[in-house]
């Protein structure tokens, strides 16, 4: 993925690459770096590296990590074009190297963006549109008209506690039933859903565009992902399907001049700030 200014230079150079191709990951990671220094000058991108994605970016940045675990069973649908005959009716979105699900991060970011708005607007039934959203959420999050760019980059979350679940596996298929009123007749569906005690790696990177709005940006995310472990992800969340929980907060500046220890402060809070904590 790159992403380049209004002057056409390159701004943003992100590579996803599975936790199992780390020496592949390696050499594109040099041939980029050299290419990019010749472009940019020596030292002008800096390399923000976890659970497989890597991200080169401009200027000064904070990387906040986290664990997501499911407290309950979460479906983030797939597609199922090609499914065979006999197949689950909806799929979970899968990492196609290593076959795992896992959670997209424009999943988590729309998630964030609508609690968000929500909690702003105080009217679900008429939410403004995005590019009315409150100046707070569309500095963190951009807009398209306008263009304006987010100063959020949310990765793909995978799969981290593989192994635990070895025993059990790492999803589910839930069998729900539609029953008509006039006559009673049964419509059966059938749902996949990665179960409870899946555990994801979230890594989130803020750009730093102005240092003034660090601690207000950071308190606005904070209070998204609190929001959201009283809401859900995902589909199915008025049935029971997708209650998370966000632990194990750490923070990492790259170049950013900026009180980590206070600015983690904030993301504690969300710690222990959850529907169902176990």
């Known amino acids: ?43 002008y991108f800096k390399v923000i590296s976890h659970q497989g994605c890597h991200i080169f970016t401009a200027g000064s940045a904070l990387l906040i990590r986290c664990d997501l675990e499911v407290r309950t069973g979460m479906h983030i649908g797939g597609s199922s074009a090609f499914s065979a005959i006999g197949a689950v009716d909806s799929p979970v979105v899968r990492d196609p190297y290593t076959g795992y699900p896992i959670v997209p991060g424009s999943s988590l970011k729309g998630k964030l963006r609508t609690l968000l708005a929500r909690s702003t607007c105080q009217d679900i039934e008429h939410m403004p549109v995005f590019d009315k959203d409150d100046e707070r959420i569309l500095r963190l999050f951009g807009s398209s008209e306008p263009v304006r760019r987010s100063r959020l980059q949310f990765a793909d979350a995978f799969l981290s506690n593989a192994k635990e679940l070895s025993n059990v596996g790492v999803t589910e298929v839930k069998t729900e039933n539609a029953i008509s009123r006039a006559n009673s007749v049964a419509n059966p569906r059938q749902i996949e859903r990665v179960i409870a005690g899946a555990k994801f790696g979230v890594s989130i990177v803020y750009d730093v565009t102005d240092p003034a709005q660090v601690e207000e940006d950071l308190s606005l995310l904070a209070k998204g992902m609190k929001l959201l472990q009283m809401d859900y992800l995902g589909g199915h969340g008025s049935r ?39």
């Open 1 to 43: 993925e790159i992403i380049v200014d209004p002057l056409g230079f390159i701004r943003r150079f992100r590579i996803h690459a599975n936790q199992e191709s780390d020496c592949a990951g390696a050499l594109v990671l040099v041939l980029l770096t050299g290419y990019l220094d010749r472009q940019h000058g020596q030292g």
């Open 240 to 278: 029971g399907s997708g209650r998370v929980s966000l632990k194990n907060f750490a923070l990492e500046g790259y170049g950013a001049q900026a009180d980590l220890s206070r600015l983690k402060s904030l993301f504690d809070e969300v710690d222990s700030y959850e529907l169902f904590s176990v």
